[in-house]
């Protein structure tokens, strides 16, 4: 039975790019692990603004965000979730339904 060789050089530049260190990694491996890695990544974006004090522009902030995604090149690699006026208690709940790879909180702090 004749190797073919030529998929060798396409099999080692797949498993670089994807971590992988053993280039001989079979072809079923690297699509298994193309699926998974197909699935975005997820900022979660945590917003809280008590009416005392002043006013944060956390609207815009997370706008700002947004349109850096949108025009990063790796833009469908990335999912932003938005919770506002979010509690303490809400934290765990976020963390757990969205399981975010970045938490970006925006609010004011206290002692």
Sequence with gaps: MRRDNSVLPDRARVAEAMD?????VSRDTISAVGVARRQPSTILFL???PSRGS????GEECRAIQGEIRAAKFR??????SRWAVRPDDLLQALNEDAPLVLHFSGHGSG
């Design 76 to 81: 469908d690699d990335v999912r932003l979730q």
């Design 20 to 24: 992988i260190t053993d280039p001989t």
């Design 47 to 49: 917003a809280a603004d």
């Design 55 to 58: 006013q944060l522009e956390l």
